[in-house]
């Protein structure tokens, strides 16, 4: 055989181990990946505790990728004045459309010298999301809040924004919901990312409301709320318990 050709030959074998090596070597970190978060998710179903570790640990740390929040604030003032300003919010007690939420933001217009403080209207409101989808960002309003999601690698970041003031929002809404929180963000990591299907955020996030129409005793953190949840649409079959 001539030399280049044999040459060749060879080059093309080694070639192809390679590409074999790379596929399985990425096969391989896949399957241990998943095997992580089967580990992962068995230990936060053991209890009450452990879930809301879990729920927690699922939280994007540190607040809200920088870059995003930059542009977020850019459209908020482009929009609703270069005075307004966001404040972050950390107390539970939320409105009943944060489920799911990672953050929740305050839109605050300053008062005037003379003037209270104005309240944000919906018309604004819906000028706002619009804004925000123009720059590409996935903005949708709900009865009381704005709702901005933002892959970021296996954590989805939700951000909700909510007038301090605002002339159509109901102060009777407000209520302390971490179970919801904790079960919504348990299941759509359980679906969208242990599992890869392609299932909308909301859609999941409304199996959670509708699991939660009769009350639970004694579920503090949300536990037996995601198990009902999953329950609804056969996304219990596989759950590592």
Not at 61 to 80: N, Q
Request: net charge positive.
């Amino acid at each position: 055989m001539d030399l280049g050709l044999a040459g060749a030959v060879l080059g093309g074998m080694i070639s192809g181990l390679v590409v074999d090596a790379m596929w399985r070597t990425e096969e391989s970190l896949q399957t241990s990946n998943q095997q992580q978060q089967y580990q992962l998710l068995r230990l936060g179903l053991k209890d009450q505790g452990q879930f809301h570790q879990l729920a927690q640990s699922l939280v994007p740390s540190g607040g809200p990728p920088p870059e995003l929040m930059s542009l977020i604030i850019d459209i908020v003032k482009k929009v609703l004045g270069r005075s307004v300003r966001l404040e972050k919010q950390v107390a539970r007690c939320k409105r009943k459309d944060l489920i799911g939420s990672d953050f929740v933001f305050h839109i605050v217009i300053p008062h005037g010298c003379v003037t209270s403080q104005p309240q944000v209207t919906s018309h604004q409101m819906l000028d706002l999301r619009s804004a925000l989808q123009g720059v590409g960002l996935e903005a949708k309003m709900r009865s009381t809040v704005l709702k901005i999601r933002h892959q970021d690698g296996n954590l989805e970041v939700s951000i909700d924004l909510v007038p301090r003031k605002g002339d159509y929002l109901n102060r009777g809404q407000s209520h302390n919901n971490i179970r919801c929180q904790n079960a919504a963000r348990v299941l759509k990591y359980w679906v969208r990312v242990v599992q890869m299907i392609p299932r909308r955020s909301h859609d999941l996030e409304q199996l959670v409301v509708r699991a939660d129409e009769e009350r639970l005793e004694d579920d503090t953190h949300g536990l037996e709320l995601f198990l009902r949840a999953s329950r609804l649409e056969g996304y219990d079959r596989h759950l590592p318990m």
